[in-house]
Each structure stands twice: as structure tokens, then as C-alpha cells.
């Protein structure tokens, strides 16, 4: 049973400690799949639909709140990625201050590169899922390739994917 505070907080405390887009996702992959409140699918599925919805990349968490605990997930999902924003238009009435500091980039580049670290442990996490065989890494890898681009539209590799899978597993 899913308790809506401890599910509010860790949408939250993932959002407040993130840079945005993915940066949240290995957080809340520890957690929810911690507490049994998500399974590997509940990932891959969100991630998909945010990837193909309008808007930021960071919206994926909805899908997810959706996914894990229906319409009052979704909500608190949508709180909690929303709540983190405001509270940097008031830490940026300050930053002014420490912008110029000899030590804020060293930080933010460690932090980012620990980010990409912790992603690259959930995407072999996802990868080692029950259910995974040659042609799923196949298709990752091909999907990774064809994202190094930065050319090629996210949904063209996503219907790219989804045909591949289509023919590969039927």
C-alpha cells in the first residue's frame, strides 16, 4: 500500500536534488522500486510517453506518477517537479552573490558527471530486468546510436524501436 506523503516526498526530494530532464530518474528508481511501489516496466513506459509528449523532458515523472498511483499520483508528481522551481526563483535573487566564485563550476561539473554516472546504473539495472535478451540490447543499442546524432527526432527512433520490437519478439 502506497503511503501518499512518503510518495509525495520522494517525487519531491528527487526534484529538489536534480538538474532537470533524466537527472531524477535514478532517485526515484531506488525508491519506488524500493518500496515495490514501481517495477522496471513502470520506467521504461513513463519515460516513452514523455519522450513522444510535448513540452520538457522532465514530464516523464508524471507519466510515472500516473503509472505507479493513477490520477493522485500524477498530481503529487506534478507538485513536486513544479515546487523545486519556485524555490530557485528565490535562491536566484541570491546566487548573484556566488556566481563568481572560483569553486561553482568545479561543483556543478562533478555534480553533473555524478548524475550521469548514477543514469548509466539505472539504465544497466533496466537492461538486466528479466526478459532482456540479445535483441532487447540490440534495440538499446541501436536506439543509443541513433540519440548520439542529435539530429535524428526522439520519436523517429522511438517508432524506429517499437517496429524493430515488433518484428523481433513476435
Not at 76 to 102: K, N
Not at 119 to 130: D, E, F, G, S
Amino acid at each position: 500500500m502506497i503511503n501518499p506523503l512518503i510518495y509525495f516526498l520522494l517525487f519531491l526530494k528527487a526534484s529538489l536534488f536534480s538538474t532537470g530532464g533524466f537527472s531524477n530518474l535514478p532517485s526515484l528508481h531506488q525508491d519506488l522500486i524500493g518500496n515495490g511501489w514501481a517495477g522496471e516496466g513502470d520506467f521504461g513506459e513513463s519515460i516513452a510517453i514523455g519522450q513522444i509528449s510535448p513540452g520538457p523532458n522532465g514530464l516523464w515523472v508524471i507519466s510515472l506518477g500516473y503509472l505507479t498511483y493513477g490520477f493522485p499520483g500524477a498530481f503529487m508528481a506534478l507538485i513536486a517537479i513544479t515546487l523545486p522551481a519556485f524555490f530557485v526563483l528565490l535562491v536566484s535573487a541570491g546566487y548573484h552573490r556566488i556566481e563568481h566564485q572560483r569553486w561553482v563550476p568545479g561543483f556543478m561539473r562533478g555534480i553533473s558527471l555524478a548524475v550521469v554516472g548514477i543514469t548509466l546504473t539505472v539504465v544497466w539495472a533496466i537492461m538486466q530486468q528479466p526478459g532482456t535478451d540479445w535483441k532487447g540490447w540490440l534495440i538499446a543499442v541501436a536506439a543509443f546510436g541513433l540519440a548520439l546524432n542529435r539530429r535524428i527526432n526522439i520519436f523517429i527512433i522511438l517508432t524506429l524501436a517499437g517496429i524493430a520490437g515488433y518484428f523481433l519478439y513476435r
